[in-house]
């Protein structure tokens, strides 16, 4: 093994794709996936690559400064991609101390960890922070976040990435530790948990609930197939220049109602049902507080330095999505029993 790479929040929807492609590309590095695993986490996320000799799970909670040591001491990571985070901007607006808790405190739990272990000897070290566009705001009907917008976060989730943002960039300034962020766009894809919009209107057309939509459905995001990302993080990681950011994101903006309607559209056509089946479901409901109006990535950085472009249209990775959830019923089953239940009448019915 020449390497060691401690990759946080693994067992969730976009570290999975990161871990799975690292472990099948990388054979001679050891791969520690480190997750709590909330529930957001899942290790039915990666069965297929579980028994891989150079793969270890660790479960642990990234808020344990302590436990951080002892994790980093066992097993002397050489770079660190930290994805593990509370990730679901409605959790955050119900709930925001856990955000601060896991995305700030956690950040910099794991900063220090990398510090004390590294001992400012940073040769062949790096740690990647897989952060958001939500950090930069909103736009209106023109223009595209680059790497040197301002920071504007206002959800309490974008506030806690902006912040671990910022402790990221502090760390580099401050000790010199070795870093890059990548700022993505909205991700879609495989095992995307179903209190998202796209997996939870797939849920909810193959449970025939409504499609419940956001104020006028007119807001905008970009949206990026999750192996996009992934292949993007594993450039950033391995090629990006230290200290630095790049923004990742699809080249492929859809207003709300308009992207239900063409997964609405798809899914009937692979159930062979009459068009117009699941719009029907579509809702217009209360709107989000503070609904960040629209997001779009200038990803030209990293299209000209490093040569990253998404792989896929959007017609295909949605095509793609919604095969994976077809196929994939008792997964869906299985996140949403329990506690979903719970979360959804809280978020959708009170
Ligand atoms: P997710 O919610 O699906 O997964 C988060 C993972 O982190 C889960 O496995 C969970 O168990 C783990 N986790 C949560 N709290 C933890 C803690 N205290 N200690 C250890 N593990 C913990 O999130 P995601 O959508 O896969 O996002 C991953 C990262 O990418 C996040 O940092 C998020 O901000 C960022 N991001 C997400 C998107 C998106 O569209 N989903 C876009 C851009 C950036
Ligand atoms: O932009 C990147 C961000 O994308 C990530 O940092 C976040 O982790 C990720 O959750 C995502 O945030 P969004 O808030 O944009 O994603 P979400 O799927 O929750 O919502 C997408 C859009 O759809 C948004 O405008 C809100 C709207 N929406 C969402 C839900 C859940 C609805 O209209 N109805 C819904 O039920």
């Keep these: 093994m020449n390497k060691t790479i401690l990759i946080t929040g693994g067992a969730g929807f976009i570290g999975s794709h990161v871990v799975r492609n690292f472990v ?22 990666l069965r297929d690559i579980e028994e891989k000799p150079h793969y270890t799970f660790v479960k642990a909670d990234i808020t344990d400064a302590l436990d951080m040591f002892r994790v980093f001491e066992q097993y002397k990571p050489d770079g660190v991609i930290h994805l593990a985070a509370e990730s679901h901007v409605d959790r955050s607006i119900a709930d925001p101390t856990a955000f601060v808790m896991t995305n700030v405190i956690g950040t ?39 790497e040197e917008t301002s920071y504007d976060p206002h959800s309490p989730y974008s506030a806690s990435k902006a912040s671990s943002d910022h402790f990221v960039r502090a760390y580099h300034d401050t ?29 909810n057309i193959l449970n025939s609930q409504p499609l419940p939509i956001y104020g006028d459905g007119k807001y905008t995001r970009d949206w990026l197939f999750v192996i996009d990302h992934a292949t993007a993080i594993d450039l950033v990681f391995h090629e990006g220049k230290n200290g630095e950011s790049y923004n990742v994101g699809g080249f492929n903006e859809w207003q709300n109602i308009d992207l239900v309607k063409e997964l609405c559209k798809q ?41 990253w472009y998404p792989s896929v249209t959007f017609e ?21 029993s329990g506690d979903y239940q719970k979360y959804y009448d809280k978020q959708y019915k009170d």
């Design 267 to 307: 899914v009937d056509e692979k159930l062979g049902r009459p068009a117009g089946t699941a719009e029907q479901l579509i809702t217009f409901v209360k709107d989000r507080p503070g609904h960040d109006l629209r997001y779009a990535i200038d990803a030209s950085k990293i299209n000209k330095e490093l040569g």
């Design 175 to 203: 000790y010199g530790l070795p870093i890059v962020l990548t700022n993505c766009s909205n991700n879609y894809g495989p095992n995307h948990f179903p209190e998202k919009l796209i997996p939870l209107c797939i849920h």
């Design 24 to 45: 099948t590309k990388y054979p001679d590095y050891h791969i520690v996936n480190l997750d709590a695993l909330t529930y957001a986490g899942n290790l039915e996320n």
């Design 108 to 146: 910099v739990n794991l900063l220090n960890a990398a510090r004390q272990i590294w001992k400012d000897d940073f040769i062949g070290k790096r740690f990647h922070h897989v952060s958001t566009d939500e950090v930069f705001g909103a736009l209106g009907a023109e223009g595209l976040f680059t």
């Design 316 to 336: 295909e990775g949605l095509s793609k999505t919604i095969d994976w959830f077809l196929n994939n019923k008792e997964w869906l089953e299985s996140v949403t």
